[in-house]
C-alpha cells in the first residue's frame, strides 16, 4: 500500500496568515492526489483534485503544489471558516489511501 | 445536486455483522461512478473500504477482503455495507462517498458513528 505522511498534524494560526500542510508518498504517485476539509456535523468537502486542480466552489486563497511523492496545501489569508482538519489522499493505486489529517487551530 | 445519506445501528456486539445503508438522491448510482465506503477510527486515521460501481462489480480493500460485502438496490439507489465477525477495532465512523471522474470523492454523507462493544 502506498503509505501517506501528513505533517505537521497540529498547526495554530490566525486568520489572515498564510499555511502550509505536507504531504509525503512512499512511492511516485504521479499528480493523482486530492485534498479534503473536515468539519464537525458537515460531509466531507473536496478542496482540490490531480494536485493542484481546484475542485468547483473551493476559493481560490486554497492551492495545491506537487507531484511524485511530495505534495503541499497552501491557504492564503486564512478566514475563520477555514479552520478544520485537512487530509490528503491518493488515486493513483488501489488500496487508496489517506493522510492522517492535519487540525488547523485558531491561535 | 447529489446528496448521500448514511443509516444503521449504531451499536454491534463483538462477533456479529455490521450492516450500513447509503442512500443517494440527486443522481442514479446504475448511471455512472463507483460508490464507496470509508471509515475513520478513532483518532482520525480514514481507511478506503471498497466501492460498488455502476455496472455492480465490487473492489475491496485487502485488508477487509474476507470480512466485507457491498451489495445495492437499485430500486431504492441505495448500496450497502456488511462487515462480518466484528471487533471493537471496527469501532468508527464510517462514510459513503461517489468517487469522481478524477479518482478523488467528490461528495461524501455525514458519516454513522458505529461501536463495537459487548
Known amino acids: 500500500d502506498v503509505q501517506m505522511t501528513q505533517s505537521p498534524s497540529y498547526l495554530a494560526a490566525s486568520p489572515g496568515e498564510s499555511v502550509s500542510i505536507s504531504c509525503k508518498a512512499s512511492k511516485s504517485i504521479s499528480n493523482n492526489l486530492a485534498w479534503y476539509q473536515e468539519k464537525p456535523g458537515k460531509a466531507n468537502k473536496l478542496l482540490i483534485h490531480?494536485?493542484?486542480t481546484l475542485q468547483s466552489g473551493t476559493p481560490s486563497r486554497f492551492s495545491g503544489s506537487g507531484s511524485g511523492t511530495d505534495f503541499t496545501l497552501t491557504i492564503r489569508s486564512l478566514e475563520f471558516e477555514d479552520f478544520a482538519v485537512y487530509y490528503c489522499q491518493q488515486y493513483n493505486e488501489y488500496p487508496r489511501t489517506f493522510g492522517g489529517g492535519t487540525k488547523l487551530e485558531l491561535k | 445536486e447529489v446528496q448521500l445519506q448514511e443509516s444503521g445501528p449504531g451499536l454491534v456486539k463483538p462477533s456479529q455483522s455490521l450492516s450500513l445503508t447509503c442512500s443517494v438522491t440527486g443522481y442514479s448510482i446504475t448511471s455512472s461512478y463507483r460508490w464507496n465506503w470509508i471509515r475513520k477510527f478513532p483518532g482520525n486515521k480514514l481507511e478506503w473500504m471498497g466501492y460498488i460501481n455502476s455496472a455492480g462489480s465490487t473492489n475491496y480493500n485487502p485488508s477487509l477482503k474476507s470480512r466485507i460485502s457491498i451489495t445495492r438496490d437499485t430500486s431504492k439507489n441505495q448500496f450497502f455495507l456488511q462487515v462480518n465477525s466484528v471487533t471493537t477495532e471496527d469501532t468508527a465512523t464510517y462514510y459513503c462517498?461517489?468517487?469522481?471522474?478524477?479518482?478523488?470523492?467528490?461528495?461524501w454523507g455525514q458519516g454513522v458513528m458505529v461501536t463495537v462493544s459487548s
Open positions: 462517498a461517489r468517487e469522481g471522474p478524477y479518482g478523488s470523492y467528490g461528495n
Open positions: 490531480s494536485g493542484s
